[in-house]
């Protein structure tokens, strides 16, 4: 029996005559997917698309200033308008994100915790970040800096949208938005990727979300307003300042004493309510305007 060796060569006999040329070995057909190789993602998964992209990486000193970046980074965030380097790392983000950046920073500092990668959705240019950060210590283990890394998930969770973005006039419009098509939300220290078309609706908790599908609900750390200016404003309605319901899942609109609330199709059958101002834009969405719309 012949053994590979060490350096993955086998230890072959030569043959005592020579042997006729052999044809190459015909091609394997091709059946669909193959299972992935043990040890392997498979290539549908979200841990297969993550290996496959750059990696962010951006350098903080011990008071949270940019000292570096690497050119992924450079390429993702809007650098050349926010001219970070030397800057206190909250200060250049929007204040609906600061809250997220402080929590990162905060959650770093404890030796104890391992918190789950932190969903950023950055308005200029359009990106959806997944973001992690690590303190870094000297020998005696001091606070030296910190390294923020981040995944760039734009292209798996939206898409191109021919829908207007507000403001901007017919000479100058504003560029269309790109659309989610998956929400980043957070299970049991991991995160997943929900089908837009499975969210029953929406639910506002400071500056996070509680994501609601038929069967359960997932924390979501991007803003209502995050979510609301990149869904599609045709199926889903933001109909109170902490609601967002997919007009898809709802099964009734009831009225009670000048009140509105939606009645939805999820396993809860939640009661979401509608304020005022946003109860002509929902009857006008359903066709409903001008008539007998809700059940009294």
Known sequence: MEHPCFLGCYRAVAPTRALPPQPPPA???????????????????WLYVL????????????????????????????????MPFGKIVTAFHPESARAKVEFLLGKAECPVDNPPPMTMMINIPDRVLLIKLSKLGDAQGATVGYTLVFYDITEVVSHESDIAAPGGTPAEPVPARRLLRK??????????????????????????TWIQTRERSHFCNLTIGDLESRLDPTLFLRVHRSHIANLSYVQEIVRDDGRMTLHMADADAAR????????????????????AAARR
């Open 27 to 45: 091609a394997p057909p091709d059946d669909g997917p193959h299972p992935p190789e043990r040890g392997q993602p498979a290539r549908n998964s």
């Open 51 to 82: 290996e496959r992209f750059d990696i962010g990486v951006v350098q903080l000193d011990r008071e949270l200033r940019v000292t570096g970046m690497n050119e992924c980074a450079r390429r993702c965030l809007p650098v050349a308008e926010t």
């Open 272 to 291: 979401i309510p509608v304020s005022r101002t946003s109860a002509p834009a929902l009857l006008e969405l359903l066709g409903l305007a001008g008539g």
């Open 183 to 208: 929400i980043p939300a957070i299970r049991q220290n991991c995160v997943v990727l929900i089908d837009v078309a499975d969210v029953c609706y929406i639910r506002a908790e400071g500056h996070y």
